[in-house]
């Protein structure tokens, strides 16, 4: 699997899309308001995520955006309390996370862990996905997280390829009107985690960072329909607005993700011609995301989901 296909099944969702445009226009007036004020923000300006430079910090991030969706059927849960409580997991017991540890963990243990008083959304589904890692570890990488990141030979590419190959739970795509659609957010998170937590060398050292795209979740779509980039159909705006569940995999949750990649990529290349300023797409990912974590009023699509 090519990195490209997420781009270009992407875009060939948005040639079809009907619930969903994406608003050219407003994006040229949002990237001149953009031009010069994307600030560079740091990978862990919370404090919130383990880091030790070295092959633990490996585990925990993949254990990490394993377990990173679907947050909001608990309105008081969110990322920062699994990355928190993975850290401090791994600050009293430096084995927390190996691989056969993470073969036995049931949804409570992990939810003693996390110190959160009551069952996590989709619990039984992270627990299986903690002994997915873990068991697949064991299996193809002598238990180390690091192992699979040296298999991928420097390549951001690679590595997306490689876990989406190894994990299941990685797998993220959809059907759409026939056609397979590759979004991979969890997976693609990891290389960011990676390269923004190593700072592009050593284990984060990715030759092809410029290849990943956006990370296609809940809140970067609804700062997008925020700025005006991205309009939604009465019926979806209703849905959306209204908190209703929007089905996976139905069209409409489809196109909100495949449409945000699309504007994006496309806020990329008019930063690139217009102002000659070389923009990553999960450095806009982060500012995108840093914005909308801010504004808790914020309306976004509702859907359950172990991808995003």
Avoid at 138 to 147: P, Q
Avoid at 214 to 225: C, E, N, S, T
Avoid at 244 to 266: D, L, M
């Amino acid at each position: 699997m090519r990195m490209e296909d997420v781009v270009g099944t992407s875009a060939w969702v948005v040639s079809r899309s009907s619930h969903v445009k994406v608003d050219s226009v407003a994006l040229e007036e949002v990237i001149g308001e953009m031009e010069g004020s994307i600030p560079k923000i740091e990978w862990d300006f919370e404090g919130i995520h383990y880091f030790d430079n070295g092959p633990l910090t490996v585990q925990y991030l993949l254990v990490l955006d394993a377990l990173n969706f679907c947050f909001w059927p608990d309105k008081d849960l969110s990322y920062d309390h699994l990355a928190l409580g993975l850290k401090e997991a791994l600050q009293n017991d430096k084995s927390a996370l190996d691989a056969d540890r993470l073969q036995s963990y049931t949804g409570p243990e992990l939810r003693e862990m996390l110190k959160w008083p009551r069952p996590l959304p989709l619990e039984d589904e992270r627990a299986r996905l903690m002994l997915e890692v873990g068991l697949e570890l064991d299996r193809s990488f002598g238990g180390k997280a690091t192992n699979l990141v040296k298999a991928s030979g420097n390549s951001a590419l690679s590595l997306v390829a490689l876990v989406t190959k190894h994990f299941p739970g990685f797998r993220d795509h959809s059907l759409y009107k026939g056609h397979q659609v590759f979004f991979n957010k969890r997976a693609q998170i990891f290389v960011a985690d990676l390269w923004n937590a190593f700072k592009g060398k050593g284990f984060g050292g990715f030759y092809d960072i410029s290849s990943i795209t956006i990370f296609a979740d809940y809140i970067v779509p609804a700062v997008l329909r925020q700025l005006g980039i991205l309009k939604y159909s009465f019926s979806l705006s209703t849905s959306v607005d209204s908190s209703s569940e929007i089905g996976s995999g139905t069209e409409e949750e489809v196109e909100i993700r495949a449409c945000s990649i699309y504007a994006v990529e496309k806020a990329r290349e008019l930063l690139k011609s217009k102002y000659g300023k070389q923009v990553l797409s999960l450095e806009l990912d982060l500012w995108l995301w840093c914005r909308g974590v801010k504004n808790p009023s914020l309306k976004h699509h509702r859907t359950l989901s172990i991808y995003y």
